[in-house]
């Protein structure tokens, strides 16, 4: 089982949770990382080199902070250049059906913020809805996400345990997606 990581973080100089979930995941043997802010830093994307990466994978993970309750801007261009018509969708377009996929966000608002009468007022699978449908589209097994909220206020071990946690999650998602 091969996996790719896409990680989307405009700023990862001053990330505190994504560069150290990269950095734990770049150590594992099945996974591949790749950087899309570093390799496209002008978003213009090799859409036939991110379709490759993705027909050799097996299990696709989007990796992003949540920004304004999405992903960064890198990220939606790539779905819209990279998941094209006769290739992620449409009556030929089955290159990645039954791939799994799945989310690995971290988040400023605290878990406790992400639910009705919470003051983010939606849940994390609500809000994440975009990317179910979109796998769902594509015939992909969408898995529970992995998420790391409050992280303003996490200590640099919290954050070090989260990376362990995601790697063990991304390589065997049927473990739970809890740190
Ligand atoms: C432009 C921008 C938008 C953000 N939007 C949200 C948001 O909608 N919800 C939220 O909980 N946190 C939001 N945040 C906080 C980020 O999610 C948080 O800084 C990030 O997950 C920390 O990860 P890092 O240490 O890898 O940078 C936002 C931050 C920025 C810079």
Redesign the pocket.
């Given at each position: 089982m091969k996996t790719l990581v896409l990680v989307a973080?405009p700023?990862?100089e001053?990330?505190?949770?994504?560069?150290a979930w990269m950095n734990r995941l770049e150590q594992e043997e099945n996974v591949t990382v790749h950087n899309l802010y570093s390799i496209y830093p002008n978003f213009e994307i090799d859409v036939e080199q991110e379709q490759q990466l993705l027909l050799e994978h097996d299990r696709i993970v989007l990796q992003f902070?949540?920004?304004?309750?999405s992903s960064p801007a890198l990220l939606k261009q790539w779905q819209d250049a990279v998941l094209t018509y006769g290739f992620a969708y449409g009556s030929t377009g089955t290159k990645l059906q039954g791939k799994e996929f799945m989310l690995a966000i971290?988040?400023?608002?605290a878990a406790e913020?992400y639910q009705a009468g919470g003051y983010?007022h939606y849940s994390m699978s609500e809000l994440t809805r975009p990317f179910q449908a979109t796998a769902n589209l594509c015939g992909m097994h969408f898995l529970p996400s992995f998420l790391l909220?409050g992280?303003?206020t996490l200590t640099e071990e919290k954050v070090q345990h989260s990376a362990e946690a995601l790697a063990a999650y991304v390589t065997n998602p049927s473990l739970r997606a809890d740190q």
């Open positions: 973080h700023n990862l001053q990330s505190k949770v994504n560069k902070p949540f920004y304004w309750y971290s988040s400023g608002g913020a983010n909220q992280v303003m």
